[in-house]
């Protein structure tokens, strides 16, 4: 008997299922590449995105300056031409600066905004709501909420992100907690919420266990190199969850690959021999050792072979 189809939510307006959280691809002395930037950006939206994220942290936006992640926005924007949607990282750990960049990201062209948890200085529970909040009050644009502790000290509770979800425009949550039960719990307690409130993956290593407790998709590190297989995986999972096994445990060691050195060294020298932009990374990272590269290449290589 066939595996009846499993419930697979939509995405909200303006958002897609694989979301490339994009590298900024630079010049040897540090300096943006925007011709990089375009090429790259056809690469992603060729090979299985359907959202681009810039200024996200694979983007490396805590040394972006100034206007460029506008200018970053702006060449992805023109590249992809209405092939896909751009979402832009506008959250810092200050409420506002982060209103003032995300009232600024509709008028740049993007579609819909990505706002962190504020870090370092941990605010409470209270202290996230009014960030959250002050943030989607500054645009009609879609907001995401980025849920990531392990970067932020700070994990947004699930009644946080209930008192959130009653919010029109605040859409759903990039939930890079690695924490499946918990994932279960935000979904069933924000279920119904005006608008609904989504969910992605925000960790590639647990892309197929979040979309069967209900994620629309994944904002993806690895979509640069797997970025086909994790389109296939979604696409497959509601009628054939066992395809969609195959492929997330496929990708897997990339997944793991990828971080082997701080992110996201290890994808921008694996970008750079494979002859796509991505550059140095600027301080205080420090560029991917060889091996770290070499590892990245190794796991993506058994995946290449089955295209």
Not at 257 to 285: H, M
Request: with cysteine; hydrophobic share 45%.
């Amino acid at each position: 008997m066939p595996t009846p189809p499993l419930d697979h939510p939509s995405p909200p307006e303006g958002i897609g299922r694989v979301v490339t959280a994009m590298v900024t691809p630079f010049r040897s002395d540090g300096s943006l590449d925007l011709d990089g930037v375009a090429v790259l950006a056809e690469h992603l939206v060729t090979h299985g995105s359907d959202t681009l994220l810039v200024n996200g942290t694979t983007g490396e936006s805590p040394t972006l300056q100034g206007e460029e992640p506008l200018e970053v926005l702006r060449v992805v924007r023109d590249t992809v031409a209405g092939r896909a949607t751009v979402m832009l990282g506008t959250g810092s750990n200050d409420t506002a600066k982060t209103v003032t960049a995300t009232a600024k990201a509709e008028a740049a062209g993007a579609d819909a905004v990505l706002v962190v948890t504020p870090y370092y200085n941990r605010p409470d529970q209270r202290g996230l709501e009014a960030h959250f909040k002050a943030a989607a009050a500054a645009t009609d644009l879609p907001m995401v909420v980025y849920d990531i502790p392990s970067r932020s000290a700070r994990a947004v509770e699930v009644a946080t992100h209930v008192a959130l979800a009653e919010v029109e425009n605040i859409v759903g949550v990039k939930d890079a907690t690695a924490d499946c039960g918990r994932a279960g719990d935000l979904l069933l307690s924000t279920a119904g919420a005006p608008g609904g409130y989504a969910m992605w993956s925000g960790a590639d290593e647990v892309n197929l266990p979040l979309l069967s407790v209900g994620a629309v998709g994944v904002v993806s590190v690895a979509s640069h190199l797997v970025g086909p297989e994790i389109a296939a995986m979604i696409a497959a999972f509601p009628t054939d969850p066992a395809r969609a096994r195959t492929l997330h445990l496929d990708c897997l060691p990339v997944h793991r690959a990828l971080f082997g050195e701080p992110s996201p060294a290890p994808l921008k020298g694996a970008l750079a021999r494979l002859g796509l932009p991505a550059g140095p990374v600027r301080p205080p990272l420090a560029d991917a050792s060889p091996a770290a590269v070499d590892a990245v290449l190794a796991a993506l290589q058994p995946v290449q072979e089955q295209r």
